[in-house]
């Protein structure tokens, strides 16, 4: 259980195209996700929290006009990079919150297998 | 803020060998610990977890213990196997500046065995 897609998992576009990325959390419900940005050698850094029904919160020196996150169900969450340039080129990494409620609360972060994006 | 350093890799080990993965924290708070590992193709997967000083996590084999008096949480197995080789991230999890729980990562230690 506890399974997190993405899709696509590669994706080539053009400098100034759009490209959307999604995420779904396939056997449980997540208010919560998150969007990660995976740079070469280089550590997963949190781009932004995604709540379902409320906007997401950026992380410092996240562009939240060029990196738009829609959280619209309870199971899919959307990351759109917008006016693409090469150096958005990266991998793409998202996770989702699954709540525990057994012997106390507590929670954990599943996380899908990330998309890599180029842009040309 | 928050940081996480771990040892840089790639790491080869032969089989059966003992493996030590290093790995240091900064954070303010009172963070929980992690360590994930992501196999080829696939997303990151929870390996263990310790949530309080000098608590130890297990699995797999695999082992590690928060050490609040040196900020670490090394990463030990006793004996790898080849379906051990995978990049293995350290992580501390925090609240944001936002109220939200926030997970800190290094860089991750790409670890390959050899038979």
């Known amino acids: 259980g506890a399974v997190v897609s993405q899709h696509p998992s590669r994706v080539i576009c053009k400098s100034g195209t759009s490209v959307k990325i999604e995420c779904r959390s396939l056997?449980?419900?997540?208010?919560?996700m998150f969007w990660y940005r995976q740079f070469p050698k280089k550590s997963l850094m949190l781009m932004a929290t995604?709540?379902?029904?409320?906007?997401?919160?950026?992380e410092q020196g996240v562009e939240k006009d060029k990196f738009l996150i829609n959280h619209a169900s309870l199971t899919l969450s959307t990351l759109t990079v917008t006016s693409a340039h090469p150096e958005d080129s990266s991998f793409y990494i998202c996770?989702?919150?699954?709540?525990?409620?057994?012997?106390?609360?507590?929670?954990?972060?599943?996380f899908g297998p990330g998309t890599r994006l180029t842009v040309t | 803020g928050d940081s996480v350093t771990q040892m840089e890799g790639p790491v080869t080990l032969s089989e059966e060998a003992f493996l030590t993965i290093n790995c240091t924290y900064t954070?303010?708070?009172?963070?929980?610990l992690f360590w994930y590992v992501q196999y080829p193709g696939e997303g990151l997967q929870l390996l263990l977890k310790?949530?309080?000083?000098?608590d130890k996590g297990s699995n797999k084999g695999f082992e590690a213990t928060y050490r609040k008096e040196t900020t670490s949480f090394h990463l030990e197995k006793g004996s790898v196997q080849v379906s051990d080789s995978a990049v293995y991230f350290c992580?501390?999890?925090?609240?944001?500046?936002?109220?939200?729980?926030?997970?800190?990562f290094g860089t991750g230690t790409r670890l390959t065995i050899i038979p």
């Open positions: 996770s989702a919150m699954l709540q525990i409620i057994a012997g106390g609360f507590s929670y954990e972060q599943y």
């Open positions: 056997d449980f419900q997540a208010t919560t």
């Open positions: 995604s709540n379902e029904g409320s906007k997401a919160t950026y």
């Open positions: 954070a303010t708070g009172y963070p929980s």
């Open positions: 310790a949530t309080k000083a000098d």
């Open positions: 992580a501390l999890r925090d609240i944001s500046n936002f109220g939200n729980e926030k997970l800190t």
